[in-house]
């Protein structure tokens, strides 16, 4: 009877106990499961987000570069060609004054104002959409870039391009991204930076391009400048076009030692 | 006295054991009283009555006097403490709330009506354990619903639930079997065997798990969402 009643507790306890581990180890397992799929879900989430926020980033610059593609149009066919009527009109109104030479150096002036309002409207209608970059591709119409922009300042620069053959075509929103991120990178350097040199290399490998850019002008704190509101929007839309098409950008950068921006870009 | 006290250490050493190993949960509390939260409070106020409880149940017993009621009376106002300890634990739902405050008051009317003064009242701690699994039944379904815990080992309410549900479980059947094992009637073997060596290995465990609780407080704050 004894020896019953004992192995009844005994046996009770054991698998009281015993279920009572089970359950404590089934807890942790269970909400460990729990939550690593919350967790994946959430992430499921933000990728989704993200993506979202990707595409709506790719359709504002997509619509951005059509609304300058209408602006260049219209600035070339319609403005350019009304000054240039006008510039003809005013030629024959300029021989009828021959006689008089007062009136004949106010024309001459006026046409040149004339002359270079056309110049300026065909820079800008260039400068909107860079028909090189259409037509040529990338290397040429950053060739053509640096070059006018060497013409317009004292800046050197280095272009090189080891294994992209000046033929050789990307994906038309890399072309672009790539174009638009020099057009930055140069303007920074000459504005911010009052850089003496700036050097451009761009190379591909295993399905990736590299870009690099070297500046030696000034420098800038780059965490100050990435934090400030108002002077860090020319980094976040760099970093914005970049993540469009899944770039990424590096910037190393000491006050008084010039800049480098490394960009990678993967291309199927 | 003393020598009585010596007498008894040396014959059940785990008594002795049980009862500085209770000293430990609140040397952990005490260190880190800076983290406590306020279920910790609640449970260190647990501890301190149950270690005067604990003082009082020694000095009777080397005095050789009747000291199972005290045994009776710390185990109801332990019930009280634990019943408000589940009450902050599962303040996410009221449901849980209300049936931890039900099975409170159930527990301790049952405690006074059972109430003994040379027995240990073994019916009412059995329904006392059957409580106290209940409210970590209730924790831990709130743990696995509501995922608001990122590391369950670094959050003190789970241990405090580990510790509490395996020293129920462990001497459940001892106080459902009490006239057998702990009453005044007992074999001295078997008394020996159930209280001297079993329950206090329970409470030298829950101690332990106790301990761990107070020493995970450190990570409660960035471990809940």
Redesign the interface.
Known sequence: MLNNSNSLIITGTAILLFMGIGLIIFVIIYQQQQLKQKYEQQKAMQDLKNEMQRQMLESALEVQEVERVRIAKDLHDEVGAMLSVTKMSFNQLLRKLDNAEDLAVMGKQTRELLEQSIGQVRRISKELVPSTLEEFGLILSIDEFIQKVHLASTTAFIFSHEGISEKQRFDKKIELTIYRLIQELVNNALKHAKAKEISLQLSTQEKKIFFTFTDDGEGFDFTAVRNDPKRGLGLRNMESRLSVINGTITIQSVVGSGTITKIEIPFA | MWERFLSMSSKSPLLLLASITTWLPIIVAVYGRKKLTLELKILLFYLIVYVIFDICEWVTAAAKLHNAYLHNINESVGMIITGWLYFKIVESSPTKQKVVIALTLITVLNSIFRFSWEEVAGYSFTLNKAAV?TFVFLH?HS??TE?K??N??THPP?WIS?AF??F???????Y??WQ??ISTTT?KE?YRL?FSI?SQTFICIFMILLSIAFWTSKFSKQNVE
């Open positions: 699994i831990f743990i696995i995922i815990v990122s369950i080992l789970f580990a549900l395996i129920a479980c462990g001497t459940l059947f001892i459902l079997f057998y094992t074999q078997l159930y079993i």
